[in-house]
């Protein structure tokens, strides 16, 4: 990486009081650019990736099913330095306690628009991303096996809309086999909404008092043979309210195995993922969860 990379890299890193929150594609780091091949106009990617989970030991088991997709669509490409891009996200979450071992609680979406500028250094993103999370089946509680007739639906409703800007440097490699990357992202939000049903007040730290945060996260990747390569990744998210605690932090580490052809890349992984708010309850829950899962993406999607 060069002197200036790393200088836009490590400011990215001090910049979190000033934005970025934990999204969806938080798994999923975008970059289009790196297709020189398409030419001018409109619509000349659809990029598209999934992921599936099967966590352990979250809070509640709340995390025990974990499912995210990833659409972008590449509205208009200028030159093989510049394009524009919407990106549709969706993440659902589902604990075991029903007779199913499957009981939907959440549904989260974002959705945002953003500009792409390759530089020498690393590729610039410019974008307004919107982000709200929903809960599903609370008309019955979130274990089924436990009879409340007292109960009474929850609500844990999250809308935040935010500016942002990102960076990802190029592939940089060591020796013939490995190969590596950085992404950052900075969140600065513009509305926020937290509803809960119950009303929570003791000790809370309110999502509406969210203001900026900060997502940085790499990628180390080594070649195995040509189809098949192992890899770790690694992310962390601080945020920063202006009311209670100032900051918090979510967090993930991931290896696995990739197999790759020539539409794309099958990942099996295992990875720890720290949330200081889950946001399955009416009340703050923090969750320290241990995920197995499966991964398609996109090689445009690293």
């Known amino acids: ?31 289009p650019l790196d297709d020189t091949t398409s030419e001018r106009g409109f619509l000349p990617n659809i990029i598209f990736s999934a992921e599936g989970m099967r966590g352990f030991g979250s809070a509640l088991d709340e995390q025990a099913w974990n499912a ?3 659409g972008l669509v590449e509205l208009y490409r200028f030159s093989d330095k510049a394009t524009i891009a ?4 969706h993440e659902l979450t589902a604990n075991p306690h029903n007779e199913i ?30 982000h709200c999370r929903h809960e599903i089946d609370n008309t019955v509680p979130s274990d089924e ?53 119950p009303e929570y007040f003791e000790g809370d730290q309110s999502w ?23 890899y770790a990744r690694a992310w962390a998210n601080p945020i920063f309210f202006d009311n209670g605690d100032t900051w918090k932090m979510n967090y993930r580490l991931e290896t696995g195995l990739g197999f790759r052809s020539k539409k794309g890349v099958l990942e099996a992984f ?33």
């Open 86 to 89: 919407g990106t549709l996200s």
């Open 101 to 130: 071992s499957f009981h939907m609680r959440g549904a989260i979406w974002n959705e945002s628009i953003a500009f792409f500028r390759k530089t020498r250094v690393g590729v610039l993103e410019f974008g307004v991303t919107h």
């Open 270 to 302: 295992a990875a720890y993922e720290q949330y200081f708010d889950d946001a399955s309850r009416p009340y703050p829950l923090q969750s320290n969860v241990l995920f197995v899962g499966v991964r398609g993406r996109s090689h445009l999607i690293f």
């Open 1 to 31: 990486m060069t002197s200036f990379g790393i200088r836009i890299f490590l400011l990215l890193l001090i910049s979190s009081s000033a934005s970025a929150q934990i999204f969806v594609a938080r798994n999923f780091f975008p970059v």
């Open 145 to 197: 096996s436990v009879p409340d007739e007292e109960y009474s639906p929850t609500r844990r409703l999250l809308v935040m809309t935010a500016l942002y800007s990102a960076f990802s440097t190029p592939n940089y490699t060591i020796g013939e086999r490995m190969q590596y990357r950085f992404y950052g992202r900075l969140n600065a939000y513009t509305y926020r909404v937290d509803g809960r049903r």
């Open 68 to 70: 995210k997709y990833v």
């Open 208 to 230: 509406q008092d969210l203001r900026a945060s900060l997502l940085i996260g790499g990628r180390w990747t080594v070649k195995v043979s040509k189809v098949v390569n192992t």
